[in-house]
């Protein structure tokens, strides 16, 4: 499922939803103020657009695709509407096997499947340095498992931000303040057209 499936409606307050956005260095906001990072840039964009949303941050810096798996009971709590799930970069990273990753997602998305919690995967993509044989597989992760399990896919968390250095931190790769703005501002469309199936889901009128 993607944003093009989904008509947006219009912003409004409804009832009020709260998301986990689970993932690692880049939702937890490596060396920026808590107020800077990902979750909470997010979640202003979304008030200001009207509508009632919390988003917690559960990134944990390091973290792979296995971690979350590993923490996701505890790490979404009971209650929650909806898991924004940004993992894989650091196995991209580390040059891990792309199925460990791929299982440790799926398994992941299963896990908050069953608990009856929807899911916004967003998407990695492998840095081409690491050759066309690891990127292809690596890349394949995310839209495959988005149309094995019908969620919804935000292609590429970095889209916009990644290589350009204006946007980064020093190390090139994590975004600095003005690389999080751009992030917010490429997702918003999506975390909306989220925000609308959950609430049409749950059958609020809004």
Excluded: C, K
């Excluded at 559960?58 to 296995?66: E, I, K, L, Q, R």
């Excluded at 998305?109 to 995967?121: A, F, K, N, S, Y």
């Excluded at 350009?164 to 931190?169: D, P, R, S």
């Excluded at 703005?181 to 199936?197: K, Q, S």
Aim: net charge negative; proline share 5%.
């Amino acid at each position: 499922m993607t944003v093009a499936t989904l008509a947006l409606a219009p912003a409004r307050a409804g009832e009020p939803i709260t998301l986990v956005a689970l993932g690692d260095s880049l939702t937890a906001g490596y060396n920026l103020p808590a107020s800077e990072a990902f979750p909470t840039r997010l979640e202003t964009a979304l008030r200001d657009r009207g509508h009632d949303v919390t988003i917690v941050n559960a990134g944990v810096s390091g973290d792979t695709a296995s971690g979350g798996r590993d923490r996701v009971d505890w790490s979404v709590e009971d209650g929650t509407d909806g898991v924004i799930l940004a993992l894989g970069a650091n196995d991209m990273l580390r040059g891990l096997d792309p199925s460990r990753t791929r299982d440790a997602l799926d398994a992941t998305i299963t896990r908050l499947q069953e608990r009856d919690i929807p899911v916004l995967l967003a998407g990695m993509m492998a840095g081409r340095n690491l050759g066309p044989e690891y990127a292809q597989a690596f890349d394949a992760i995310y839209p495959d498992l988005a149309d094995e399990h019908d969620v919804m896919l935000y292609p590429f968390f970095l889209d916009g931000v990644a290589g350009e250095a204006t946007l980064n931190l020093d190390d090139g790769i994590h975004p600095n303040r003005e690389g999080v703005a751009v992030m917010v501002e490429r997702m918003l469309p999506t975390v909306e057209a989220f925000i609308e199936t959950i609430r049409q889901e749950r059958g609020s009128t809004g």
